[in-house]
């Protein structure tokens, strides 16, 4: 077993701050000072450089951190290892799951309340970011498995594919793009609200376009903003066109509050894919969510 301080110092070298690591872990920063300094006493040396506000890894805290996290994956092969021999054994659990923000909002809840219903010993913590940010936190090993859209390969990553979902050209109820009917060509014409870079959804957007002659920076674009949730709010006090996840504007739609402003000649369908770290494929617990979240999306739809 790995000890309290050995995991309150992973914590505060996966966050590089010990006020971070205060608000995960929920003890106070001077108890987490009190734990590093013993584990700097034992080792003979520091394992954190202070940089005014801000710290970095010694050689020796970078060596340390580095067994850790193999001794972290080594504990949590053998738990899984005696559960399968004694299902009365249930350690106590995280997974760290980060998702893209339709995921995060609109589809992991239900997965997430059912999961734990079935496994209450397991903490789970879940980072909402855009696609990009996702994937650059599980090569930093910040979580142990990810969910975004669009297949952008990293050769240190596998994929495997999740779920499809639709986006839809939307206005508000009051705007006068109400009841047009557009082709891709009108875009440049049409101001329009766009998810941050890194988006997935942006991408899919970028992608799609780009195969019919027009680029991004040929729209007139008012604002970019980061989240869906910020991105829906904008389009119903404005009069612009958004392109917006279905299943994140159904009861907008329903509403009259958003109106669908077709295309014709465009449809925008992302696929969202799990991702892990290679090598790390094999680990049971990442699996079963897995596994758990594919059965549970196909029985919801």
């Known amino acids: 077993m790995l000890s309290s301080r050995h995991l309150i110092f992973m914590e505060v070298a996966r966050l590089l701050s010990f006020t971070k690591a205060s608000q995960t872990l929920f003890i106070s920063q001077s108890a987490i000072s009190k734990h590093v300094k013993s584990l700097e006493y034992f080792y003979k040396t520091g394992l954190f450089e202070r940089h005014g506000n801000h710290i970095s890894l010694t050689k020796t805290g970078q060596a340390l951190y580095n067994k850790l996290l193999e001794a972290s994956q080594l504990q949590e092969s053998l738990h899984q290892e005696i559960q399968q021999i004694n299902e009365t054994f249930r350690p106590p659990t995280k997974l760290a799951i980060g998702a893209s923000t339709t995921i995060s909002l609109y589809v992991l809840p239900s997965v997430l309340s059912a999961y734990l219903r079935q496994y209450p010993n397991l903490q789970i913590n879940v980072l909402n970011r855009n696609s990009d940010n996702i994937q650059n936190a599980l090569l930093a090993h910040e979580i142990d498995v990810g969910i975004v859209e669009g297949l952008t390969q990293v050769n240190t990553l596998t994929y495997s594919p999740f779920m499809t979902d639709d986006v839809l050209a939307v206005c508000s109820g009051k705007s006068p793009l109400r009841g047009r009917a557009l082709i891709v060509a009108d875009l ?52 612009c066109l958004a392109f917006l996840p279905k299943r994140a504007i159904i009861k907008e739609l329903a509403a009259g509050e958003l109106v669908e402003v077709p295309i014709r000649d ?7 894919y799990f991702i892990q770290r290679k090598g790390t494929e094999s680990n049971q617990l990442v699996n079963t969510f897995i596994q758990f979240t594919k059965r549970h999306y196909s029985n919801r739809e």
Request: aromatic residues 4%.
């Open 266 to 272: 465009l449809t925008l369908r992302r696929t969202f």
């Open 188 to 239: 440049p014409t049409i101001p329009v609200a766009l998810r941050e870079n890194g988006s997935g959804t942006l991408a899919v957007i970028d992608d799609e376009l780009d195969k019919r002659g027009i680029s991004l920076a040929s729209l007139p674009v008012l604002i970019r903003l980061g989240g869906t949730e910020a991105l829906k709010n904008f389009v119903l006090a404005d009069t």
